[in-house]
Each structure stands twice: as structure tokens, then as C-alpha cells.
Nanobody, 110 residues
Framework: QVQLVESGGGLVQAGESLRLSCVGSGSVVSTTTMAWYRQAPGKQREFVARIRSSGTTSYADSVKGRFTISRDGVKVVLQMNSLKPEDTAVYYC??????WGKGTLVTVSS
């Protein structure tokens, strides 16, 4: 069973940065497509960023140019810059489109 544990969420002001990490069990981070999703209050979960085992990345239009996804050993990192209030959500790590972490809350105040 794949285990994913997110960390790094918190409360920041608009324009500031946060760095989210997701530690995966075994070699899942290096061998599968890893992604970040988010779910804002009252909204459906939405795609944020993805990194394939090849290293190819993709982003939602709403975060392109502000967020960067990368791998660092057994974890996948989401660097979030120039945060906006609309980025407020619970951020979830996903492995292979199947396994989910429990999420970490990001709150951006205006």
C-alpha cells in the first residue's frame, strides 16, 4: 500500500511563498507520476501540477508561472510563489492517479 504524507501548509499573506512536500513510501515518488491537487471550500478537487517519471511537468493555467513541481529524493515538492487568496485550499498529493495523501491546508489572506 502506497503511503503519502504532505506537509508545509500554513497561513500566509498574498504575495508570499510556501513550499509543500509530499513524502512517499518506497520508490513511488521516483517511479510513478506524482501530482498535486487542491480543494477549496465548497468546490471540487482540481488539478494543480504533475510530474511524470520522465521529469516532464504540467500545470493548471491558474498556477502556471507561479508554482513549480519537482522531485527531491523520496519526496515531491510544490514551490508556490506569489500566492493569491484564491489559492486557499487543502492541497493533496497523488501517486499514479490512485493513491492520495490526507492533505495540507494552505490559507492565503488578502
Amino acid at each position: 500500500q502506497v503511503q503519502l504524507v504532505e506537509s508545509g501548509g500554513g497561513l500566509v499573506q498574498a504575495g508570499e511563498s510556501l513550499r509543500l512536500s509530499c513524502v512517499g513510501s518506497g520508490s513511488v515518488v521516483s517511479t510513478t507520476t506524482m501530482a498535486w491537487y487542491r480543494q477549496a471550500p465548497g468546490k471540487q478537487r482540481e488539478f494543480v501540477a504533475r510530474i511524470r517519471s520522465s521529469g516532464t511537468t504540467s500545470y493548471a493555467d491558474s498556477v502556471k508561472g507561479r508554482f513549480t513541481i519537482s522531485r527531491d529524493g523520496v519526496k515531491v515538492v510544490l514551490q508556490m510563489n506569489s500566492l493569491k487568496p484564491e489559492d486557499t485550499a487543502v492541497y493533496y498529493c497523488n501517486s499514479g492517479g490512485t493513491f492520495w495523501g490526507k492533505g495540507t491546508l494552505v490559507t492565503v489572506s488578502s
